[in-house]
Nanobody, 120 residues
Framework: QVHLVESGGGLVQPGGSLRLSCIAS????????LNWYRQAPGKERKLVAT????????NYEDSVKGRFTISRDNAKNTVYLQMNSLKPEDTAVYYC?????????????WGQGTQVTVSS
């Protein structure tokens, strides 16, 4: 069974940094792409960053390009999101996500989320 556990959220001042981690289990980690989403209060969950399986190609939502970096450590079954130059509008619950096929059905696995609050 796929299991994703996020950590690393917290309260940070504008301009600060945080690194989120997501530890995965229940599947062959290195074979799958991983994603980070976020959901701000009253808004829809939105894709922030993606990383493929080998060779680990990354992609970012426009508002975080140049500030956020997604990476993975296959030996530790962990995906990271390094967030720099944080802004109040980055405040949200951040979720780790993996998409996988069961037959012809595409499914989502989600972590429980970690709260990031950017405020002075």
């Amino acid at each position: 069974q796929v299991h994703l556990v996020e950590s690393g959220g917290g309260l940070v001042q504008p301009g600060g940094s945080l690194r989120l981690s997501c530890i995965a289990s229940g599947f062959t980690f290195s074979r799958y792409g991983l994603n980070w989403y976020r959901q701000a209060p009253g808004k829809e969950r939105k894709l922030v960053a993606t990383i493929t399986n080998s060779p680990g190609i990354t992609n970012y939502e426009d508002s975080v390009k140049g500030r956020f970096t997604i990476s993975r450590d296959n030996a530790k079954n962990t995906v990271y999101l390094q967030m720099n130059s944080l802004k109040p509008e980055d405040t949200a619950v951040y979720y780790c996500n993996m998409k996988f096929w069961v037959g012809d059905s595409l499914n989502d696995a989600w972590g429980q989320g970690t709260q990031v609050t950017v405020s002075s």
